[in-house]
């Protein structure tokens, strides 16, 4: 078990820029993969953005390829999410999410996903 904690969402206009944060307590943080997911009021949480272990393997959902950007630095223990072209759509509670997995494995599903953070609030206007 690892504890997630986000950061870096707010307010900002159709275009523009953000970028969370996860950051995990403990020296296991490189065992596991991580995660984002999304939830906008009243409807199912979402994949975004997954990265391996090591970092060599990423995944996105086809709504945010090419304008955002999974990394990690496991010194750190710390996952970004680097947002950029943001849409209106893309508002939501965002959530970081860890599961141990095999060094290069990513994936999309939130069911595979054993611990979670509290989210972060990103609201994009038009």
């Known amino acids: 078990q690892v504890q997630l904690v986000e950061s870096g969402g707010g307010l900002v206009q159709a275009g523009g820029s953000l970028r969370l944060s996860c950051e995990a307590s403990?020296?296991?943080?490189?065992?596991?993969?991580i995660g984002w997911f999304r939830q906008a009021p009243g409807k199912e949480r979402t994949f975004v953005a997954a990265i391996s272990r090591g970092g060599s393997s990423t995944l996105y959902a086809d709504s945010v390829k090419g304008r955002f950007t999974i990394s990690r630095d496991n010194a750190k223990n710390t996952v970004s999410l680097q947002m950029n072209s943001l849409k209106p759509e893309d508002t939501a509670v965002y959530y970081c999410?860890?599961?141990?997995?095999?060094?290069?494995?990513?994936?999309?599903?939130?069911?595979?996903?054993?611990?979670w953070g509290q989210g972060t609030q990103v609201t994009v206007s038009s």
């Open positions: 403990g020296r296991t943080f490189s065992s596991y993969a």
């Open positions: 999410a860890a599961r141990l997995a095999p060094y290069a494995s990513t994936n999309s599903s939130p069911a595979n996903y054993n611990d």
